[in-house]
């Protein structure tokens, strides 16, 4: 017989059904299947599979993969959540977990800190990125994934955790008994002044408070002298409207249209307006804006385009212009379904790409081909629709030489400034240090024995294998060890050539040993280009505003 559990897991699919729409209504029950019907073969699969499968199965795990295929079929977005996934519900819905405040990830076989948060315990209690995690509360961590390690790190506000770490250039693993702590994310990381009058802040989530916390960065800023603003939101994946909202109306006046959503269920077609009075409603602003900027993000970047209150610089955004919301169903289970989809003031939809579809992407000649909407911003100007949010102004994403590229993605960036950090207790503050020509040298001399091969070497090493197995070796090895001495000498004179860019990476990630994310922010800032384009913008006003006028 079928276990309750099983009957348990079968009632929540039956919520799950009713929740997102399949079961309501005699049209869609016509139309589709009946749903006894089916959860009554349902519940006879998972009985022959108990009973009779060659291997032991694991009913729970079934289900789930059954559920997630289900709402796959629907679009990315709509997501079932058991009850041991709602923790991180919680934190991508609010910013908050219990847990030390580091960032972990692969490092080859080994998981080693990423990045820590400021004023967090692993910060606090001595551990450094780049501390390779061992053992947990005593337990081999050889071999186990990140996410399962992430998990352990975190837990109820109070309890501890006990690490065994290895860190470079110390013999012993290193012990650690840390106190965990309500971790709060910050929505606002960093904010500064990039150049004269020009303030900056960097807006990565819509989690709660982020308009609290972006209105906070613009008093300190207008306080250090800020009379224009460079408002990042590439990266942000979205998160509250509310939130997204408030960010808008802190730069809107109250009582216009910020957003309308339409659903299929009635009474989600609500209309959202500001209703405060504007912290700064003329302060010259600039957005960034990139690929995946999505949701909220699109909807603040898109609302002030559409007033022409700000000039938006990058590239195209995400596009999804769809609202979830968050049902609760049996068993501390959780539904994120798509109710909705919005449309921002000039009355466009951001929605870029067919939502049922989640691996279709349109190509950019598909995107070009498709006709496009028009729309008018405030003051005439033409925006379009069904590809997300266009910048006013486009700027290509920074690339990096081949030779910068491998450096980064072999981890030698990483682990150069490990070793940096290994020798160096501490460095002048960020916006002050500058690696000198001496610590570079230093770095190309570390790199002489490791691995980065790029560019046309893989090539050359198949043509090697080839020539093996067809006995050509003895005829052209001669030649190839010729080509890869040619190579090397390439390698080494692009550590000349690229010395600069190859220096600016790596202060970046030497900088944030010190100074954790704000650090890593201020190092970026001095060489990314949009941030560059902005000030150079914000230096001639006239073409600010000139971007702002409709179109010719």
């Not at 941030?531 to 971007?547: E, N, S, T």
């Amino acid at each position: 017989m079928m276990t309750l559990h099983k009957r348990n897991w079968l009632y929540i699919i039956t919520l799950a059904l009713i929740t997102s729409g399949i079961l309501s209504g005699s049209k869609l029950q016509d139309k589709y299947f009946k749903p006894d019907k089916s959860l009554a073969i349902l519940s006879d699969v998972l009985n022959e599979l108990d009973a009779y499968y060659v291997d032991e199965i694991d009913s729970d795990a079934m289900i789930k993969a059954g559920i997630d295929a289900m709402l796959y079929s629907l679009d990315p977005y709509t997501t079932f959540f058991p009850e041991e996934d709602s923790e991180s519900l919680k934190t991508f819905t609010t910013g908050e977990y219990g847990g030390i405040g580091a960032i972990i990830g692969k490092r080859e076989e080994k998981t080693a800190v990423i990045m820590l948060y400021k004023d967090c315990p692993a910060q606090k209690g001595g551990l450094r990125v780049g501390d390779e995690i061992s053992r947990i509360n005593g337990e081999d961590m050889t071999g186990r994934p990140v996410e399962d390690i992430s998990s352990l790190l975190k837990g109820t506000p109070g309890t501890s955790v006990q690490l065994s770490v290895t860190r470079y250039a110390t013999e012993k693993p290193l012990a650690f008994t840390l106190a965990r702590e309500k971790v709060i994310l910050k929505n606002v990381p960093y904010h500064g002044i990039v150049e004269e009058g020009v303030g900056y802040i960097r807006l990565v989530s819509f989690m709660n408070h982020a308009a609290d916390e972006v209105a906070a960065a613009l008093t300190s800023l207008e306080e250090s002298g800020m009379e224009k603003l460079i408002l990042d939101l590439r990266g942000n994946p979205g998160g509250l409207l509310e939130e997204a909202i408030k960010v808008v109306n802190l730069f809107i006046e109250s009582d216009r249209i910020v957003v309308s959503t339409k659903g299929r269920v009635a009474g989600s077609e609500r209309t959202y307006t500001t209703t405060q009075r504007a912290y700064d409603p003329s302060i010259p602003i600039v957005v960034l804006i990139d690929q995946k900027s999505s949701s909220a993000s699109e909807i603040v970047a898109g609302v002030l385009q559409d007033y022409d209150r700000g000039v938006l610089v990058g590239k195209n955004t995400f596009g999804k212009g769809l609202v979830q919301t968050t049902r609760p169903l049996s068993y501390n289970t959780q539904l994120k379904l798509t109710v909705s989809k919005y449309y921002i003031p000039s009355g466009r939809s951001i929605q870029k790409i067919d939502h049922r579809l989640p691996d279709r992407e349109s190509t950019p000649e598909e995107t070009r081909a498709v006709p496009k909407k028009v729309f008018t911003t405030q003051t005439g100007r033409r925006v379009y629709e069904g590809n997300g949010v266009t910048p006013d102004l486009e700027v290509d994403q920074l690339r990096w030489a081949p030779i910068t590229a491998s450096l980064i993605e072999k981890g030698l960036i990483f682990d150069y400034a490990t070793v940096f950090r290994a020798q160096e207790d501490h460095i002048v503050p960020a916006q002050d240090f500058v690696l000198s020509t001496a610590q570079y040298r230093d770095f190309v001399t570390w790199l002489a024995d490791k691995d980065y091969t790029y560019t046309i070497e893989p090539s050359v090493d198949l043509l090697l294998k080839q020539a093996q197995e067809e006995s050509y070796t003895a005829v052209i090895r001669e030649h190839i060890a010729l080509l890869k001495a040619h190579i090397q000498h390439y390698k080494e004179e692009d550590l000349r050539k690229f010395e600069e860019e190859i220096k600016a990476v790596l202060q970046e990630e030497i900088i944030a040993r010190y100074y954790y994310q704000e650090g890593a922010t201020e190092a970026m800032l001095t060489y990314d280009p949009s941030v560059r384009k902005a000030c150079v913008l914000f230096q001639d006003i006239q073409q600010y505003y000139d971007l702002l006028k409709a179109n010719e």
